[in-house]
């Protein structure tokens, strides 16, 4: 045989007459709404929950500090521990963008600012935070370690413009980040 | 002054217009109950159903922003500011009882006006009529749903029985000698608008919630008046305010602890009455539409159900039938099993002996505490039980109801047959 038939259970006629599984039912969610008024839901704590119920009142509370280490949130651009700004537009976060959130228009290094090796800089890069699915696949793809997902999850907008962030502003969001590669060191 | 005064005594003295007057004053009140229930019973469902998810239920609506700013913002403890701004002192009993509540932290409307916000957004939103729809039915069917249970609210009585100078005045809008009979028939009606809101919607899943609306209405029904039969011998009349009234002298239905309810014919009643209440309430269930019965409108498998198509206060109006439908069947149920308006050990004669109009008031008041804790049950079993499937539905309905009820109706009448 190539399937094999679903075992059910076996009533006895008091669970078939259902009427006393239904009272039990019933006890068992009365427990949960007394003691939800009461303020003493099972679980209250571990959601650091308050007034009624286990649920933690949003705006007023929040779980940030309980975010874990790999959440995913707005996609930032960062600068490295020398201060200089990573991105060199290569692009490859444009193309790998499954939704065509990002836009970069690339630019030239400028002269004389010791970056020459790098040769190219963005000149502007935009991210529609309205087009963003948090995928991480532009922080996964990029080869300089510049673009990285915040822990940042509160986006709320008044204008569908205000959802496109700007290089200088992703710059600001990122800020410096330690501990990365820094590939082009100009004494190498 | 005098002309005046006159004028309404002799207009009062005519039968007929007091009859009209008094008949109209009834009248605005059941409705404004009723529609006052709806959207009470809209706020009981959504916060029951948050307290039995562990989560505190709709409890921000309410406070618009001007009387925020006024009051302070919520991290500024409001209640002592709302305490302060009626002048209430901040440790007499009202405010001890707010702080028991909980009500410190958060804003004190426990989300009562969520209901009013829903149907105020309801009415803005926009009014889509899809092209393929038969405009007609597609119209009436709503009014359809809605209409049925306010009429059908006209025979339940809510207080007893007052004399005034001019005659006596009965608290029911239609003291009918068919009282149960007249809900039947009225809460029937409301097939027609589940069906004919599926049928022209023309669009397959309101078209099958239709069907399985008419299907599981009608066959319902059938089991529900046979399982009232067993009461109505009991009572010997068919009229919900003499139904009442022997409830209030001989005891609830349910609770037959006085008067004529102590006898052994009572108490060996006392199975097939059980019975009754439990086939009677199932059926309420399935009359109202209520989960574990809402079949018509099963998301799981019929997307929306007959009112897919629906929108804005046409899509309300549905909403609020099945609301109104449930008040009805609530009130129908504590007036067949909870002695409707009376307040129960022999309280009522003597409340009546003190004074009419004192006693009318409490049984009103009484007969809204049942009526609310019975739609609370409602809610409690929605939020209990998984939907049925629908075979499951139909298969209760017919195979074990029918039987049972038919059965219930001989066991009645061999018990007060062999039992005296």
């Known amino acids: 045989m190539s399937y094999v038939p679903i075992k059910r259970p076996k009533f006895s006629l008091l669970d078939k007459i259902y009427v006393v599984e239904l009272v039990k ?32 009142p949003f705006p007023e509370q929040r779980w940030d500090s309980r975010l874990p280490e790999y959440y995913r949130g707005a996609p930032t651009l960062v600068r490295g521990e020398d201060g200089r700004e990573r991105c060199v537009s290569c692009q490859l976060c444009e193309f790998i963008c499954p939704a065509r959130a990002i836009k970069v228009t690339p630019g030239a290094v400028a002269e004389g600012s010791g970056l020459e090796k790098q040769e190219k800089a963005p000149a502007e890069f935009e991210i529609d935070m309205l087009r963003c699915i948090y995928c991480g696949m532009c922080q996964e793809v990029c080869p300089e370690q510049a673009i990285f997902l915040s822990k940042e999850y509160l986006i709320t907008l008044t204008d569908r413009k205000q959802a496109i962030r700007n290089k200088a502003t992703l710059y600001k969001l990122g800020g410096t980040r330690k501990g990365l590669v820094n590939k082009w060191n100009q004494y190498k | 002054m005098n ?43 959504r916060r029951v159903a948050g307290w039995i998810q562990d989560r505190p239920g709709p409890n921000r609506a309410g406070i618009p922003l001007f009387l925020l700013k006024r009051f302070g913002s919520k991290e500024k403890q409001p209640l002592k500011n709302v305490l302060h701004f009626f002048g209430i002192p901040e440790n007499s009993w009202i405010a001890n009882l707010c702080k028991w509540l909980r009500l410190e932290g958060e804003i004190p409307t426990f989300g009562l006006m969520q209901p009013c916000l829903d149907g105020g957004k309801l009415f803005l939103k926009q009014e889509l009529t899809p092209s393929y729809v038969r405009k007609v039915y597609f119209t009436i069917a709503p009014m359809l749903v809605l209409g049925p249970p306010m009429v059908a609210a006209a025979v339940i009585p809510f207080a007893s029985t007052v004399s005034t100078c001019y005659g006596e005045i009965s608290m029911c809008v239609a003291n009918l000698g068919i009282g149960p009979l007249w809900i039947f028939a009225i809460s029937g009606l409301s097939v027609y608008g589940l069906s004919l809101a599926g049928w022209s919607s023309n669009s397959k899943y309101p078209f099958l919630g239709g069907l399985r609306a008419s299907a599981q209405l009608i066959s319902y029904e059938v089991a529900m008046g046979l399982s009232v039969i067993p009461l109505l011998m009991m009572f010997g009349t068919l009229n919900l305010q003499d139904i009442v009234q022997y409830q209030a002298d001989n005891g609830w239905t349910l609770l037959p602890f006085w008067g004529e309810g102590l006898t052994l014919q009572r108490w060996a009643l006392y199975a097939p009455i059980a019975i009754s209440f439990i086939i009677f309430v199932t059926c309420v269930f399935a009359e109202a539409n209520r989960t574990p019965f809402d079949m018509a409108e099963c998301e799981t498998d019929l997307v929306g159900g007959y009112h897919t198509e629906y929108s804005s206060m046409k899509f309300a109006s549905f909403f609020m039938g099945e609301y109104a439908a449930m008040v009805v069947g609530s009130a129908l149920v504590v007036t067949l099993f909870f002695g409707g308006w009376s307040i129960g050990f022999g309280a009522d004669a003597a409340l009546a002996a003190w004074c009419d109009w004192v006693a009318v008031l409490c049984q009103f008041l009484m007969f809204l505490i049942k009526l609310v804790a019975f739609i609370f049950f409602f809610v409690w079993v929605r939020w209990t039980l998984p939907r049925f499937r629908w075979d499951q539905v139909m298969k209760l309905g017919w195979l074990v109801f029918l039987e049972v009820a038919i059965a219930n109706i001989f066991l009645a009448a061999a018990i007060m047959y062999f039992i005296k």
Request: net charge positive; proline share 0%; aromatic share 12%.
């Open chain 1, 25 to 56: 039912g019933l006890i068992i969610t009365f427990k949960h709404l007394a003691l939800s008024l009461m303020g003493k839901s099972r679980s209250k704590k571990d959601f650091n929950g308050k007034g009624v119920g286990a649920c933690m």
């Open chain 2, 3 to 45: 002309t005046i005064i006159q004028w309404c005594d002799s207009v009062l003295s005519n039968e007929i217009w007091f009859y009209l007057l008094t008949t109209v004053i009834k009248l605005v009140l059941i409705f404004a109950v009723i529609l006052a229930f709806v959207v009470l019973s809209v706020w009981i469902e």
